[in-house]
């Protein structure tokens, strides 16, 4: 039977659960980190709402390492738990395998990779298969582009389209990479640093065509990255997990590492992470606030798209948030469209082409929730206004 894909937003909603369930789920996970048994539930706990808050926020398989000798936990929850578990280690293990066969076909074909974000950050959990993920994320060189879309589709997988810096590639059972040729569109202000990547970036010892970056290009690149998705929809609990574990040990040099940081306009957005997640999972644990609270747990682990697209359609108004989601400027189309670059005559026909493949290919799901989106934002988001950065 074909295991089927699913995305973050396609996760339950949690049932009844609030902020004692989701206090009590941070309680487990930090001792799942930490490999100390875990504080015992307190009374009146909504089991069934706790599974759906961890199932949600990608730490269920983590989480199980605390719940599985729990007193009190029900057998139905348990079970959950422990497939939840199950599962997280069977895709672990089949991604392992997998790109182990994409590397090996790069490096027959002369392709520099370099594997991202949680690729590594899955390491620095205390067991294999306590980090979920959805996909696995790898950067090649922008030139190499025809080179590993002929090797990927080689190797039995199907091209999802093109997503700004990165081509999505899929085979079943599971398997979903992203390929980068970049690793921040040209809009972000992170943009800038990280396109010398490759400049910085580190011979694998032994290795043919692997590379990987620095101890503190990696720090900055994971703070820059967690920003971007806090800032658009919202980052969930697996986020701060990874910050505690990437903090703890992740060898980076801390001065070296704060001036890029300052350079790339991420270093307010750092301490203060890195403070909530010390606070969640760190050595003398602090309460959950409110304000903690709210901004962790209504979000999935990326947020949502819904999340996203309101807040475009906030920022911009909606008739120019729509505009802009159907026809991008040219800095966001030539990282699609490569030929952009030496051809900037073809946008509007380029235009033409990519809302024709919404509308009518793979992605016409996300047309539909863009579109009932923008029915329920209203009248009221028609003014732009600030954006909660301007506000800080």
């Known amino acids: 039977m074909q295991e089927k894909v699913t995305g973050t937003s396609e996760r339950p909603a949690a049932p009844a659960a609030g902020k004692k ?36 926020q990608l730490v269920a398989a983590a989480a199980w390492r605390a719940v599985k000798d729990l007193p009190g936990c029900p057998s139905d929850v348990r079970v959950l738990f422990s497939a939840s578990a199950d599962r997280a280690l069977r895709k672990e293990l089949l991604f392992d395998a997998a790109r182990g066969e994409i590397f090996a076909a790069f490096d027959e074909n002369s392709i520099d990779h370099m594997p991202l974000k949680g690729v590594l950050i899955k390491d620095l959990y205390p067991a294999k298969g306590m980090r979920e993920f959805a996909d696995n994320d790898i950067l090649y060189r922008e030139g190499d582009r025809a080179a590993v879309d002929k090797v990927m589709r080689s190797l039995g997988y199907a091209s999802e389209g093109l997503e700004s810096v990165h081509d999505v590639y899929k085979k079943p059972p599971v398997f979903n990479f992203e390929l980068h040729r970049a690793l921040f569109e040209e809009r972000h202000v992170f943009a800038g640093y990280f396109d010398g990547i490759w400049e910085r970036a580190v011979k694998e010892e032994g290795e043919n065509r692997a590379y990987r970056m620095t101890e503190e290009d990696f720090y900055a690149y994971f703070t820059a990255h967690f920003q971007k998705h806090s800032e658009s929809g919202g980052a969930g609990l697996r986020s701060f997990a990874d910050m505690y574990l990437v903090r703890r040990n992740a060898a980076f040099d801390r001065g070296k590492a704060e001036e890029i940081l300052q350079k790339i306009g991420s270093s307010d957005f750092e301490r203060t992470t890195g403070e909530i997640a010390e606070n969640l999972f760190g050595d003398a644990p602090m309460p959950v606030s409110d304000e903690i609270f709210s901004r962790i747990f209504p979000a999935s682990v990326y947020g949502t798209m819904e999340k996203d697209l309101g807040n475009l359609f906030r920022r911009e108004g909606r008739l ?24 900037p005559v073809l946008l509007p ?44």
Not at 321 to 335: D, I, N, S, V
């Open 349 to 392: 026909f380029l235009w033409i082409a990519r809302l024709f493949a919404v509308l009518f290919g793979k992605k016409r799901g996300k047309a539909v929730v863009a579109f009932k989106t923008f029915l329920q934002s209203g009248e009221k988001g028609g003014n732009r206004g600030k954006t909660d950065g301007e506000k800080r």
């Open 21 to 56: 369930e989701g206090e009590y789920l941070v309680s487990l996970l930090r001792a799942a980190l930490r490999n100390e048994p875990p504080m015992p539930a307190p009374d009146g706990i909504n089991w069934q709402g706790l599974y759906a808050f961890a199932e949600r």
């Open 320 to 343: 120019r948030g729509a505009l802009r989601l159907a026809f991008p400027p040219y800095a966001h189309m030539k990282t699609i469209y490569p030929v952009l670059k030496k051809a």
